[in-house]
């Protein structure tokens, strides 16, 4: 399996653009998740999906911050306007329901790095 | 889910047994401790995770205390790869959310 699949790896775009940064899950699994990384705060989990419906999105830090997951195999993270302060390493990540409850082995990708200038 | 506490960083000689604990006084009974490493600018990786018994896999060995109040994770012979963040995490299989906190900074030195 090629495991989850993010893009763009690095990002650097101006303050005021749109960002969208996207993921392919492990085929197969139900959950996806979106995380970033700071220094500063560390890895918070921003939403999470199950069978592509949102089940948590407390974590989203304001209205310019939206997720989407079409279908199984393809979620979306945008930013709009992007903020200098949205500067961080945005990790997807997927597990699989093991038909009793949800298993806490995630599956990350690489991560996209982002620098909003 | 839990609170758990780590020391925020640890040495180990290389060769030699890395004992990383963790404390979690307020888990709850259906609550899985898992553990996930982040070497350097890599997304997280699954270590283990247990419920009461001890375990163990090809990567290490977690001990639970009988009142699954704290855990300790054991690299048995610890290498300069393992240098890593490691994490402590209580889980609820309800909930589907891993809600990771600072982790323990394990420096392997030759």
């Known amino acids: 399996d090629a495991g989850v699949i993010q893009s763009p790896r690095h990002e650097v775009t101006e303050m005021g653009q749109e960002v969208t940064l996207r993921c392919k899950p492990i085929?197969?699994?139900?959950?996806l998740f979106w995380y970033r990384q700071t220094m500063m705060r560390g890895l918070e989990l921003l939403i999470y999906?199950?069978?592509?419906?949102?089940?948590?999105d407390s974590g989203m830090p304001e209205d310019r911050f939206s997720a989407k997951m079409p279908n199984a195999s393809f979620s979306t993270l945008k930013i709009q306007p992007s903020e200098p302060r949205d500067s961080a390493v945005y990790f997807c990540?997927?597990?699989?329901?093991?038909?009793?409850?949800?298993?806490?082995?995630?599956?990350f990708g690489e991560g996209s790095r982002l620098t909003v200038l | 889910d839990a609170k758990t506490t780590q020391p925020p960083s640890m040495d180990c000689a290389e060769g030699r047994a890395a004992n990383l604990p963790c404390n979690h006084s307020t888990i709850s009974g259906n609550e899985y401790v898992y553990w996930y490493r982040q070497i350097h600018s890599q997304g997280p990786q699954y270590i283990i995770h247990?419920?009461?018994n001890n375990e163990t896999n090809e990567m290490a060995s977690l001990i639970i205390t009988e009142d699954r109040k704290s855990s300790t994770l054991i690299l048995p012979h610890a290498t300069l790869r393992d240098t890593a963040v490691y994490y402590c995490i209580g889980f609820l299989g309800n909930t589907g959310k891993l809600i990771f906190g600072q982790g323990t900074t394990l420096q392997v030195k030759p």
């Open positions: 990540a997927s597990s699989l329901w093991t038909g009793v409850e949800n298993t806490g082995e995630l599956f």
């Open positions: 247990g419920l009461k």
């Open positions: 999906f199950n069978n592509n419906v949102p089940i948590d």
């Open positions: 085929s197969g699994h139900d959950y």
